[in-house]
């Protein structure tokens, strides 16, 4: 007679799995409030943990401070949390101008990085090579062996699935082909997946508010426009292949157009090129001599910083445009904010100072109102700094899905 039920591995694996969870959310934690959060007993808690400090997977940092407000009777809680330095991760992203390859701790200190541009001409093998050579460098510049590396990582923006030959089969996105490739030049674990979803990963800290965890509405904005969707810190499977369907979300009813989507969508009125355009119009020496004198009468030099200063000094078609652009996202927002229930809205690749953000917000609370206009917070992964989303996807599925073991 066949035997079914959970294997004693799988059990113990499970319940390691439960404690790293526990601990990235709520750490450094004591074994007691370990116990108290999954409603077991702290006798296992306590079995499982010596036995993963043991290993390194854990570290005792000694006793929790003391609380004015809360003295307690008896010996002190003695705090634990995960070693950062048990394993590594090595990561790295390909988006349609760079490459970034990236070595981080199991907390995302950054021990090593590398990056270099690429445009049209780049071919697939290049890009191959380099995630490669760069990977193994790293290794050995950091005296790894493959027994201290987790894996690779890979995250590859939808644009450039094509000339990755990243195809989609029975309705999923196939990555075997380009892992097969790298694998070939390393002697790690190798996976891959949508670079929208683990960035919005990598922005997450995983805390809750009030023990709270928080849906989360993460947007990629660049030469096409891209949404994850974080659900109590698990990326929505909906959102791991499909994330451009944002594009085409309707912004401005009856706006403008663009060939195969909706009048007044993302696509049509804030993509990257939508805005270019736009300021494009606007854009002369008569009607913007300010933004003109700032850009030396070059509209290809117009950026965040000079039309900023444009609207310091009150240039109004400027201040007209911006604001409406502003108001758009604060309906994509708002739609966000209600649809997924999105406690936080990460924008990610827009590089502003808290005073831009400031006015930024003010803007769209015109539309959202200042509660959801305050869920609006940047990425904290900036530029050649992409490749942490490679190593989120490592760590998660290499470490916390695997218990440490």
Partial sequence: ??????????????????????????????????????????????????????????????????????????????????????????????????????????DGQVL?????????????????NYIINQSNEMMENSCLTKENVLGLGIGVVPLMWGRLKIFYKDGVLDFTNFIDKISSGVDIEVQCANAIGLWALASNDFKGVNGYQMNQAFIHYGNQTNLAILHKNELSNDFQSYTYMIERYIVNPGGRSFDGYPDGSVKAELSLNAVTSAFGEIYSKENTP???????????????????????????????????????????????????????????????TDKQLEFCKRCIAKVTGD????????????????????????IQNCFFLRGGM
């Avoid at 079995?47 to 008896?74: D, F, R, S, W, Y």
């Avoid at 090593?112 to 191959?128: F, H, L």
């Avoid at 965040?304 to 652009?325: F, H, M, Q, T």
């Avoid at 959801?372 to 490592?394: H, T, Y």
């Fill in 1 to 106: 007679m066949e035997k079914c039920g959970i294997s004693k591995l799988d059990l113990k694996r499970r319940n390691r799995m439960q404690i790293l969870r526990v601990i990235k959310e709520l750490g450094p934690i004591s074994r007691v409030d370990v116990a108290s959060a999954l409603e077991i007993t702290r006798a296992a808690v306590t079995i499982i943990t010596n036995e993963m400090i043991e290993e390194g997977v854990l570290v005792e940092l000694g006793e929790a401070p003391v609380c004015a407000e809360k003295l307690q009777k008896g010996r002190r809680k003695i705090l634990i949390d995960i070693n950062v330095n048990y394993k590594f991760a090595l990561g790295a992203t390909v988006d349609e101008n760079m490459i970034c390859v990236g070595l981080t701790t199991l």
């Fill in 112 to 128: 090593d990085k590398a990056s270099t541009t690429i445009d049209e001409r780049t071919s697939s093998k290049d890009i191959i």
């Fill in 290 to 352: 300010v933004l003109y004198e700032l850009t030396e009468g070059d509209k290809s030099n117009i950026n965040i910083d000079n039309v900023a200063l444009s609207i310091a000094r009150g240039e109004e078609p400027v201040v007209k445009l911006v604001s409406g652009l502003l108001s758009k996202l604060g309906v994509l927002i708002n739609n966000l904010a209600c649809g997924f229930f999105a406690q936080r809205i990460i924008i990610h690749n827009i590089n502003l």
């Fill in 371 to 394: 509660e959801i206009a305050e869920r609006v917070v940047l990425s904290p992964i900036k530029d050649k700094n992409n490749f942490a989303g490679g190593c989120a996807l490592i």
